[in-house]
């Protein structure tokens, strides 16, 4: 007990005087993970909503697979990002691996069937109340997709922070590709593990604090999105449920 | 009167074969421009499944449809889909589907707006409209468009008397406003069917039992002589 009191009051210590170590790594941790969300956002947004719009043969089993996708550890894409990168594989040419590069391809494919997924399914659900108004404008299903992405662009904002969320707040994935390089590569999850496992506890917990906040700031920042719609609109269908964890 | 519309022996399924839906069955009936037609009929005797054939937005499963390639047509849902933008854009948007520049739109839907009596919520968000404020910018997007063929799918069926009135008289408007407007409206509402229809189809489990003018359609001795099952209709309706 005397332990974690000392080591969280240590830990407040570290945060509040802006510890040089602890800044660069969650400054790094920011990067990547924005960097990973913007990569998986540009693509996830459209296809996502494509896929909420589009009739075609085999989309059952296109929408199974990325909903499997969901749940594939961040270790699991990892390793495959690894196998991809690594000298022997078949981008080893660009030779990423061990760099900010590698952290922000191997995020991006984590949080891309996030994206894809809820996308999906906000813009079919729009589909199946307005999609028939815009079909008898004239708009076939690429700019339909698209048109009731924009008009559904409160909520998938929201998708957006919990694709951020699950990236910022996974280890497994960035641990494999990255290799926790100290002043490279190590984000603050990798760097938790690590100073967990040295025994540097103070500065484990600063990490994990100034994580949680980030985490409980994109929340917030959800609840506020919702509520604000809530009021612009006077009270609208509810946000698909967004809850993040670290 | 030039033929607008047209299906032969059209029908449409849905779900599959084995544990499908017949929507429509054998329908086949010729719609001539100037024409007002409702269709009516119970719950799921296949009117909106019909409007929705008529305008495109459906395929039929067996038969044809065929429409005059040269009359532009818009729709009116029960409850209108009106995008986070507003009034004015939501009209415009009409029109920039169809192929408009949206600085030219805008103008458009300036003065389509006028014709709805909404110029002066023009840039209020379209999401804080009521609803029968929200069905009469539907009608200025058909305004804008220009369109010469109406569907309306009972677009006054949500909406309180007052707005009701409203919308029903401004469909009248559209429809004496320019010459050959055809209108083709599904509507439970019989006073309103004849009010605005000059001809009426009866649907029944999918297939059409009657097509009869309007005249005729409320003239209960020709009614229960030739079409019994729209009379009773008709009669349980009016109850």
New interface residues.
């Given amino acids: 007990m005397t332990t974690f009191s000392e080591s969280a009051a240590t830990a407040l210590q570290l945060v509040a005087a802006l510890d040089p170590t602890l800044v660069s790594i969650v400054w790094r941790s920011l990067a990547v993970s924005a960097s990973a969300c913007a990569l998986a956002c540009s693509l996830g947004l459209v296809l996502g909503a494509w896929l909420g719009v589009a009739r075609f043969a085999g989309r059952a089993a296109v929408l199974t697979l990325l909903n499997t996708f969901l749940a594939v550890p961040s270790v699991v894409v990892g390793l495959v990002v690894y196998l991809l990168l690594s000298r022997s594989g078949p981008l080893g040419f660009l030779g990423w691996l061990f760099s900010f590069k590698a952290m922000v391809l191997a995020q991006a494919l984590l949080v891309l069937p996030v994206v894809a997924a809820l996308t999906r399914q906000v813009v079919e659900d729009a589909e199946t109340l307005h999609g028939e108004q815009l079909a008898s404008l004239g708009a076939g299903a690429l700019l339909r997709s698209l048109l009731l992405a924009w008009d559904e662009r409160f909520a998938l904002l929201t998708v957006v922070l919990a694709a951020f969320g699950r990236a910022i707040s996974e280890v497994g994935a960035v641990m494999l590709v990255g290799g926790n390089v100290e002043g490279f590569t190590r984000v603050m999850t990798t760097a938790i593990a690590l100073e967990t496992s040295k025994g540097d506890l103070p500065l484990a917990l600063g990490l994990g604090l100034v994580l949680l906040a980030v985490v409980l700031s994109l929340n917030a920042l959800t609840s506020l999105i919702r509520r604000w719609r809530e009021r612009e609109e006077g009270g609208t269908p509810a946000l698909p449920a967004l809850g993040m964890s670290l | 009167m030039s033929v607008v519309l047209e299906t032969l022996d059209a029908a449409v399924r849905y779900g599959t074969r084995a544990r499908g839906v017949q929507a429509l069955d054998g329908v086949s009936l010729r719609v001539h421009a100037g024409e007002r037609v409702a269709l009516v009929g119970a719950n799921g005797c296949g009117k909106s499944t019909l409007l929705?054939l008529l305008?495109g937005?459906l395929a039929p499963t067996a038969g044809a449809v065929l429409r005059d390639p040269d009359t532009t047509q818009?729709?009116l849902?029960q409850r209108?889909?009106l995008?986070?933008l507003s009034v004015q854009s939501n009209v415009a948007?009409?029109l920039w589907?169809?192929g408009q520049r949206w600085s030219q739109a805008q103008a458009l839907a300036a003065q389509a707006l006028q014709r709805v009596g909404l110029e002066a919520l023009a840039a209020r968000?379209a999401?804080?409209l009521s609803g029968g404020q929200q069905q009469r910018v539907a009608l200025a997007?058909a305004w804008a468009l220009e369109a010469r063929v109406l569907f309306l799918d009972e677009p006054t069926a949500s909406l309180d008397p007052h707005a009701k009135r409203e919308v029903e008289a401004l469909v009248g408007d559209y429809a004496r406003a320019r010459a050959n407007t055809t209108l083709v409206f599904a509507s439970h509402n019989l006073g309103q069917v004849k009010r605005l229809a000059s001809r009426v189809l009866y649907l029944e489990q999918g297939r059409m039992l009657a097509d009869l003018s309007v005249q005729d359609f409320f003239d209960s001795s020709v009614l229960s002589a030739h079409h019994p099952q729209a009379h009773a209709f008709v009669k349980g309706e009016s109850v």
């Fill in positions: 929705r305008h937005l818009a729709m849902f209108p889909h995008m986070r948007l009409g589907l169809r968000s999401h804080k997007r």
